[in-house]
């Protein structure tokens, strides 16, 4: 058993697959659109690391804007099946992490989505196409490159 939190969660075996992960991603990208989150990217990590499938990425423009994509995302991920395992960053606002296990969610304020640069980070990982997804939200979906070397 692990603690996770001030709750006890059993985690076992996850039996989802790569492609469940990216479709949970794809949900939570859509759903920081329908909350007016901006420069949204969906990165498949899968062969980069083990540890998780992908990351979701989005800018806010504000702490109350970043708060109700990350409740609104946990309430339709929940609602899949989805077990957040951890969030930080919650209170300060500047960058949401929240981990549900095969996902990884970062929801940044613009200043600190430049200087963590994790599209830069992560290069080698595949951007997963929005496009139909965020088909009539008004979101842009995200054209950050790297700004290290």
């Known amino acids: 058993m692990t603690i996770v939190g001030n709750d006890s ?11 469940d992960s990216i479709e949970s991603a794809k949900i939570a990208a859509r759903i920081a659109a329908e909350n007016k989150g901006q420069d949204i990217v969906v990165l498949d990590l899968s062969r980069q690391t083990s540890i998780f499938d992908c990351f979701v990425i989005a800018t ?13 995302i946990h309430r339709e991920l929940k609602k899949r099946g989805e077990v957040r395992l951890s969030m930080s960053g919650y209170d300060e606002s500047h960058w949401i992490a929240i981990d549900y296990g095969g996902i ?27 496009a139909e997804v965020l088909k009539n939200t008004g979101a842009r979906i995200s054209t950050i490159e790297s700004v290290g070397p």
Do not use: C
């Open 104 to 130: 990884i969610i970062h929801l940044f304020d613009e200043e600190n989505r430049k200087f963590y640069d994790l599209e830069g980070l992560w290069a080698d990982g595949a951007r997963v196409d929005l």
């Open 9 to 19: 969660v059993t985690i076992t075996t996850n039996p989802k697959t790569v492609a």
């Open 60 to 72: 806010g423009t504000s702490r109350r804007q970043l708060h109700a994509i990350a409740e609104e």
